[in-house]
């Protein structure tokens, strides 16, 4: 559904085209991560144990950073999957100012138990698009979420 905003060209395909990359993400969002709700999970909780396999033990801040969450979001998160056992959380013991976090055997073994079927379902989801195409969209996204926004004056 294209804006109903008038205004200048520029304005209007930004608003379309902003309204487009929304939609098509959540779109793309619920059907590649339906499945989580049958291991009790949530997208962060997901995005929590993928990163922590992958990447290993993190501080809570970097893991936050990671993640794109607030520190007070991430703690959230974290306490919820620490009460099921799923990851562990430590004081870092170079600075005791820092948590640091790594996933158990639980959270390990609950990944693995899905992950590949994730995957399979990303690969489905994505094959709408060539090869090319997808490359193309993978370096306009990343170009749109590197992009530095200017401070006025």
């Known amino acids: 559904m294209p804006t109903k905003y008038q205004g200048t060209p520029e304005e209007e395909r930004a608003l379309n085209t902003y309204i487009k990359l929304q939609r098509a993400a959540e779109t ?11 291991h009790d999970l949530t997208i962060s909780q997901f995005g929590t144990l993928e990163a922590l396999h992958f990447l290993g033990t993190l501080s809570q801040r970097d893991l936050a950073q990671k993640l794109l969450k607030s520190t007070g ?8 999957l620490e009460q099921r056992g799923l ?17 158990t055997d639980a959270g ?5 138990s899905f992950f590949d079927q994730h995957v399979q379902g990303i ?4 094959s709408v698009l060539s090869a090319e195409e997808q490359e193309t969209l993978a370096a306009l996204c990343r170009k749109l979420g590197l992009r530095e926004t200017e401070s006025p004056g």
Not at 28 to 38: G, K, M, S, W, Y
Not at 73 to 80: A, D, H, T
Not at 108 to 112: F, Y
Not at 123 to 126: G, L
Request: glycine share 0%; charged share 25%; proline share 2%.
């Open 73 to 80: 979001n991430i703690s959230v998160v974290l306490k919820k």
């Open 28 to 38: 793309v969002l619920t059907h590649t991560n339906a499945h989580l709700a049958d």
């Open 123 to 126: 690969v489905e989801e994505f």
């Open 87 to 103: 990851i562990a959380r430590t004081r870092d013991p170079l600075d005791n100012r820092y948590m640091q976090v790594c996933i």
């Open 108 to 112: 390990r073994s609950l990944l693995l």
